[in-house]
């Protein structure tokens, strides 16, 4: 069964502190792997997109990796600020299509000053 | 430049009544989707357009009903609501499908009694 599992689920950071969030996945065949990021009451918005090739790719303060081999990836903040305080949503594709993206139940990320 | 916009952002129905959830983007979007989002579950794929004039069915169909009125406009119908139906609806769109970035609204929260 295709699957993304994110961890943790919830996570507390004090503001300028660095963290990693984990997510497994056993999609099949994977197409290619996104990070978004959903403010409450919002939708989710793009940080990143991974193909099978890519070990790393940032944007900004966020920094995300993939080993296709062992079907993780991983997203680390960098001196996180308080805007950081959202919800982190790994979304794995396979074979490409309109509807072939599984998403995660998301790690909620709270930054306190 | 507005993006994806969903209309309403609020909604409270009561057990068999119907309504229509609006979506319009202005980006020319080919694709546009519909996914809900509960308490501790990742986003499940309603019904997504994979370009002007075709509709096709994602994991969670049923109970709803769909219409890609042009180009910019996809909306949802649910014709006889009930309280399982009760989530945060996000309307979204891409250019393309595979590794095409999805734009979200920023969702429409719907209480069915």
């Known amino acids: 069964k295709n699957q993304v599992e994110q961890s943790p689920q919830s996570l507390i950071i004090l503001e300028g502190k660095n963290c990693t969030l984990q997510?497994?996945?056993?999609?099949?065949?994977?197409?290619?792997l996104r990070w978004y990021k959903q403010d409450t009451g919002r939708g989710p918005v793009s940080l990143t997109i991974?193909?099978?090739?890519?070990n790393t790719k940032s944007n900004g303060r966020y920094t995300a990796t993939l080993d296709a081999d062992t079907k993780q990836s991983s997203l680390h903040i960098t001196a996180s600020q308080l805007s950081d305080s959202a919800s982190y949503i790994c979304?794995?594709?396979?074979?490409?299509?309109?509807?072939?993206?599984?998403f995660g139940a998301g790690t909620r990320l709270a930054v306190h000053p | 430049n507005a993006g994806v916009t969903q209309t309403p952002k609020f909604q409270v129905l009561k057990t068999g009544q119907s309504m229509t959830l609006q979506c319009a983007q202005d980006?020319?979007?080919?694709?546009m989707y519909w996914y809900r989002q509960d308490p501790g579950m990742g986003l499940r794929l309603i019904y997504y357009?994979?370009?002007?004039?075709?509709?096709d069915k994602g994991e969670v169909p049923n109970g709803y009903n769909v219409s890609r009125l042009n180009k910019r406009e996809f909306s949802l119908r649910l014709e006889s609501a009930a309280p399982s139906q009760t989530s945060v609806y996000f309307c979204?769109?891409?250019?393309?499908?595979?590794?095409?970035?999805?734009?979200f609204g920023a969702g429409s929260r719907l209480t069915v009694l």
């Open positions: 980006m020319n979007h080919n694709s």
């Open positions: 997510c497994n996945y056993t999609v099949s065949p994977f197409s290619n």
């Open positions: 979204a769109s891409s250019e393309g499908h595979g590794a095409n970035v999805l734009t």
């Open positions: 991974m193909t099978f090739s890519e």
């Open positions: 979304v794995v594709s396979f074979s490409g299509g309109y509807n072939k993206l599984i």
């Open positions: 357009s994979a370009s002007e004039g075709t509709t």
